[in-house]
């Protein structure tokens, strides 16, 4: 069965030249599923077209996104490397990528998912289209699911998230903090019922996931506007 993509099938996954057959085997598997987005994006990493999946998802409108940069419908925290991989794949350094990114609505709400991208050549052999396709990590539909990604942190919570990250133990936080480890534990508890999540490296996960770190740097550092001023 094919599943219609803003004008793209399964059938048309061949114009991936650079791809290996079990490459093209897997693009029209994920096409087929569900909940995918799919965008073209030029040699310069601008927005050239989109399926209506991936505009409902990001809460996006054609004549306000074409022509746009991608790395602009993308966190911050992941901008950088997203721009890395996708600059590899246009100028022929490597055929494919997939990686986690997290993407901005209008509203400013994130949305994480899973990104695959592959570089689609002219005649000539060189890149001239990416093909991304995004999977978002919420099952949840619409404005509840992006709402429940609002995360705004007291900055004595945002401190102990960089230190739990970082690998620190209660001790140490309790000590380079001027805390108590009752207070740690206590702040560190608050966090876990915060982001849904029932232990510290699942708790480290999900900040990861939702863009509240800078990923770029280490020891990891929040963003400052998830933390309260």
Known sequence: MQ?????????????????????????????????????????GLRLREANSDF?????????????RSFLALLHRSVRTTVERELSALVTNQRERFTGHIVATRRDGTLLPGKMTAVAVSDPKGDVDTVLVLVMPSS??????????????????????????????????????????????????TALLRLLR??????????????GLFNIETWPPKVHPEFVES
Not at 197 to 210: G, M, Q, T, W
């Open 139 to 188: 099952r949840q539909g619409g404005a509840a699911a992006s709402a429940s990604l609002k995360v705004q942190l007291r900055p004595m919570d945002a401190r102990i998230l960089e230190g739990v990250a970082a690998g620190d133990s209660t001790v140490k936080l309790a000590s380079s903090l001027f805390m108590s480890r009752g207070g740690v534990e206590y702040r560190v």
């Open 55 to 67: 505009l409902r998802q990001l809460d996006r409108k054609p004549q306000d996104s074409y022509g």
């Open 197 to 210: 999540v029932s232990n510290r490296p699942a708790l480290i996960s999900k900040a990861h996931s939702l």
């Open 3 to 43: 599943r219609d993509w803003g004008g793209a099938t399964t059938e048309n996954l061949s114009v991936v030249p650079k791809c290996q057959p079990e490459f093209q085997d897997r693009f029209k598997s994920l096409f087929e599923q569900s909940g995918m987005c799919m965008a073209n994006l030029d040699s």
